[in-house]
């Protein structure tokens, strides 16, 4: 079973800029969460698909991040603009459904942004 | 609001010795709980998690961690650590009953000594 992809895996920008992440859960997989890990610090959730409706993006600084997951399969996750605070890993995870009481979410290698 | 907290952020231990890493979780409702594992280079794996049952819970690789409800609790133990169990340790929570966000701890940095 192949794992969860993401891309790129390491992107350097400026402050104010714009950048983009992408992500493709594991087949079958119905829900989708987007986690931003600081340096130091453990995963925080910034949004939560269920299909292609979001469930939960209360973490989600919505002044300059946006996420979409079109067809209900592959995730954009976006930043516009940047901010020096944004340098963190951006990780994807993917579970097989929402409702399922033994869920297990599967996690991607990340994406590491540095904002300079 | 839900917490995790993990006691210690860096342990240094030598090979052979027991592990014992401190959780302690704030959540309303049912919980669910789960260890992950990130080896250097590595992404995140689940070591083990807690639905409900048995309070001990076994998971890969020799460790099993104990939910103590009245504590709030759920360490994680291996009786001897190997070289290779070098790596972060995170603690995280869910709520029951659905497949929502993880809320986790701030990581354990566990260094084994050969």
């Known amino acids: 079973e192949a794992g969860v992809a993401q891309s790129p895996r390491y992107k350097i920008i400026e402050k104010r800029q714009s950048v983009a992440f992408w992500c493709n859960p594991i087949?079958?997989?119905?829900?989708l969460y987007w986690y931003q890990q600081i340096l130091g610090q453990g995963p925080k959730l910034l949004i939560q698909?269920?299909?292609?409706?979001?469930?939960?993006d209360s973490q989600l600084p919505k002044d300059r991040f946006s996420a979409e997951r079109l067809k209900g399969v592959d995730s954009t996750l976006k930043i516009q603009p940047a901010k020096l605070e944004d340098s963190a890993v951006y990780l994807c995870?993917?579970?097989?459904?929402?409702?399922?009481?033994?869920?297990?979410?599967?996690f991607g290698p990340g994406t590491r942004l540095t904002v300079t | 609001a839900q917490s995790v907290s993990q006691h210690n952020h860096h342990v240094i231990l030598s090979e052979a010795a027991s592990l014992e890493l401190g959780c302690n979780y704030s959540?309303?409702?049912?919980?669910?709980l789960f260890w992950y594992v990130q080896y250097p280079g590595q992404h995140l794996q689940l070591l083990l998690k807690?639905?409900?049952?048995?309070?001990l819970v076994k998971g890969i690789k020799g460790f099993e961690a104990e939910f103590i409800k009245s504590k709030f609790s759920f360490n994680l133990r291996k009786p001897s650590v190997q070289w290779s169990d070098t790596a972060e340790y995170f603690c995280?929570?869910?709520?029951?009953?659905?497949?929502?966000?993880?809320?986790f701890g701030k990581g354990t940095h566990l260094i084994i000594q050969p």
């Open positions: 698909f269920q299909n292609n409706g979001v469930v939960d």
């Open positions: 087949s079958g997989h119905a829900t």
């Open positions: 959540y309303g409702g049912t919980v669910n």
């Open positions: 995280a929570a869910g709520s029951g009953g659905g497949a929502d966000g993880l809320t």
């Open positions: 807690y639905f409900s049952g048995d309070p």
């Open positions: 995870a993917s579970s097989l459904r929402r409702d399922s009481r033994f869920y297990e979410q599967y």
